[in-house]
């Protein structure tokens, strides 16, 4: 935007080379390269007490098979109508019924699936079907058919995180549907897992799904051990209680090569010390309460969250976390991409 109090003549030569598509750049440089990030996003909580209503209604509303993915999703109030949470990261909450198929397709973008509520439904990648459980990790990497089935018998609810914005801003994407519902199943359950889930690979033979993880489900019961088992045994860190990242068994970095994922648990008594990233993060709630505390230029915010509810915190904002009861927390970001570029920046605060 030009400023108000522009030069005659300045304002003439704006006027005249507007035509031909040219812009000064000393009138916003300030505004393309701060001094800190100032994302546009705010942070944002939803409770999953006030969501699942409009859920079930959806339910009611389209099946599975008409809306191909019966989500509702958690944009950013500041973003509204561009179908993100932050400028990078897409996230919804999706809800399949007893007997549905949401029917088989792939995609350009990787996503990764969170369980939040039910179990027997489950997912199939490229021919291998996985049983979901609430607190379940699962990812479905970029270009491999999926399909999605429920065959128990209480309706099933997870969170969907995608790299949507980030294809989009390289206007990569691509998509097909398939000409079935359901694929053919090939390989048994657990398969990925048996072949590359114990510090093992199969001697010959690149990843299946490239530079993504080979495994596809995480099971939240391994990961939950494995919190416990560092509770018991580590130093808790004064800005994160105990947190593990996700790892590729291949490579040891980030399951998918846009989106790093997270588990942390805050043990009761928890007052964490504040810290911020470049990285916006979206935080799913598995078990107990807490709160997030978040100070930005956008001003403070406090969220008291529960189990299953959801909350963004966006870039450059510091975030603390405290928890009485103690809780565990899932959590997702495109870190992968800023450390690919060398930009991801992190200060840990004295509170």
Known sequence: MLTKTTHPDRAQLY???SPHNLTPLWEVLHALVPQQPKTPCVPAHWKYDEVRPFLMRAGAAITAEEAIRRVLILENPALRGLSCITQSLYAGLQLILPG???PSHRHTQSALRFIVEGSGAYTAVDGEKTTMQPGDFIITPKWTWHDHGHEGSDPMVWLDGLDIPT???FDAGFAENDSRSSQEISKPE?????AYGHNMAPVRGDSPFG???????YPYARTREALHTLERSEKMDAWDGFKLRYTNPLTGGSPMPT???FMQLLPPGFKGSPYRQTDGAVFSVV???????IESHHGSYTFEFSKRDHFVVPSWHTLRLLSQEGCVLFSYSDRPIQQALGIHKEERLVS
């Open 15 to 17: 006027a005249d080379m």
């Open 100 to 102: 549905e198929v949401a």
């Open 167 to 169: 294809i989009r801003f």
């Open 190 to 194: 657990g398969a990925s897992f048996a």
């Open 211 to 217: 530079n993504t993880s080979p495994i596809f489900s």
């Open 259 to 261: 989106m790093q994922t």
């Open 287 to 293: 078990e107990g309460s807490g709160q997030a505390l």
